[in-house]
C-alpha cells in the first residue's frame, strides 16, 4: 500500500468517490445519533491556511476531534511556512509530527510539491485551481436529496473559477452533463474543458444555460485572492446573478448550491438562499460528514 492524497477528484476512482459518500451519508446517521464512533484516537491532523476560512476550518477540526482525534491549525501568518521555509522542508517536517495534513493555499503547484515530500496523506482544502472537498459535499447533498446524479443536467453560473474546474472533474467522475455560462475571459481552465469536451456545453447566456437543469451552482465573483478585481468584476459579471426567477428556468425539482460564503446582490439575489429550491445549508453541513469519510478513507488506505 502507498500514500492516498486527494489533491483533486481524479485522486480517487469513481467507486472509492461514491464509497467515500455513502460513508459520509452513514456517519451523518451516527452523528445524529450520537453515536460516539472513535476510531483514530491519538492521532493528528495538520490544517494549513494560507487564505481564510470558515466552513472548511471548522467542519476538519470538528470533524477530527468527533473520529477521536485531534487537529492543529495552522495559519502561514504564525508559522515559519510565512517566513519562508521552503514548502517541501515543511513538509518532510511536518509529516514526521502529524497524521494527516489539509492545505489551503494559492498554487496548485504548492500543493502538489507539499504532497511530493509527505510520509502521510495530503487534501486539498481548497487552491485557486481546485475545490474538490466542496464537491463531496455537494455530490453528498444532490444523492440524499435526489439520489444518483449519474445522467443529470448540472448548471455552473459565473466564474470559471476552483470550483467550476472542479465541477468538470466531478461531471467526469460522477458521469452528469455540465452546462457552463461564463463572461468572455473568466472561462474554467481550457485543457480541463477540452480534455472533458463530451460532457461539457458552454452556454452564451445563463439562462440559456440553466434550462431544463437539474442542478444549479454558482459561486462568488471574486475568489480569495482577487480582491483588487472586485469591483470591475461586479460589473461584468451582473448579468450572472441568480434568483428565484432565473431557477423558474431550470427543472421543477432542480437544486441550487453554493459553496458559500455568498454575497447577496451580486452572484445570489437578496432571497435566492431562502428559496425551497436552495439546500446551501445542508450542502455546507455535509462538509463534517463526508470529510470525515474521506479522512477515515485516505488513514485506512495509506500504509
Ligand atoms: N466553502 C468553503 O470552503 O468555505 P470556507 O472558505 O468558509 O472554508
Ligand atoms: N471560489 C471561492 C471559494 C471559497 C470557498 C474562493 O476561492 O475564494
Not at 491549525?73 to 508559522?79: A, K, N
Not at 502521510?120 to 447533498?141: F, G, K, S
Request: charged share 25%; hydrophobic share 40%; proline share 3%.
Amino acid at each position: 500500500m502507498s500514500i492516498r492524497h486527494f489533491l483533486t477528484l481524479k485522486d480517487l476512482s469513481t467507486a472509492e468517490l461514491e464509497q467515500i459518500i455513502q460513508r459520509g451519508v452513514e456517519l451523518k446517521d451516527l452523528h445524529r445519533k450520537k453515536q460516539i464512533f472513535e476510531p483514530f484516537k491519538n492521532q493528528v491532523l495538520g490544517m494549513i491556511f494560507e487564505k481564510s476560512s470558515t466552513r472548511t476550518r471548522v467542519s476538519f477540526e470538528a470533524g477530527m476531534v468527533q473520529l477521536g482525534g485531534a487537529a492543529i491549525f495552522l495559519s502561514s501568518r504564525d508559522t515559519q511556512l510565512g517566513r519562508g521555509e521552503p514548502i517541501e522542508d515543511s513538509a518532510r517536517v511536518l509529516s514526521r509530527m502529524v497524521d494527516i495534513i489539509m492545505i489551503r493555499t494559492y498554487k496548485q503547484s504548492v500543493l502538489d510539491r507539499f504532497s511530493e515530500y509527505s510520509q502521510v496523506p495530503v487534501i486539498n482544502a481548497l487552491t485557486d485551481t481546485y475545490h474538490p472537498c466542496q464537491l463531496l459535499a455537494d455530490m453528498q447533498t444532490y444523492y440524499e436529496m435526489r439520489g444518483s446524479i449519474k445522467g443529470k443536467t448540472v448548471t455552473w453560473i459565473g466564474d470559471g473559477n476552483n470550483m467550476c474546474n472542479s465541477y468538470i472533474n466531478a461531471a467526469a467522475q460522477f458521469d452528469f452533463n455540465l452546462n457552463i455560462a461564463t463572461p468572455k475571459g473568466y472561462e474554467p481552465l481550457e485543457a480541463l474543458v477540452k480534455q472533458h469536451g463530451e460532457r461539457i456545453t458552454i452556454k452564451q447566456t445563463p439562462e440559456e444555460a440553466v434550462r431544463n437543469s437539474d442542478l444549479v451552482v454558482t459561486d462568488v465573483w471574486a475568489s480569495m485572492g482577487q480582491e483588487s478585481e472586485i469591483q470591475d468584476r461586479a460589473k461584468i459579471f451582473r448579468a450572472y446573478q441568480i434568483s428565484p426567477q432565473m431557477m423558474d428556468l431550470a427543472h421543477k425539482d432542480a437544486l441550487f448550491m453554493h459553496c458559500l460564503p455568498a454575497h447577496r446582490h451580486e452572484e445570489v439575489s437578496e432571497d435566492m438562499l431562502d428559496d425551497p429550491r436552495s439546500v446551501v445549508w445542508d450542502e455546507a453541513e455535509n462538509r463534517l460528514h463526508v470529510q470525515k469519510a474521506l479522512i477515515e478513507f485516505l488513514l485506512t488506505h495509506s500504509q
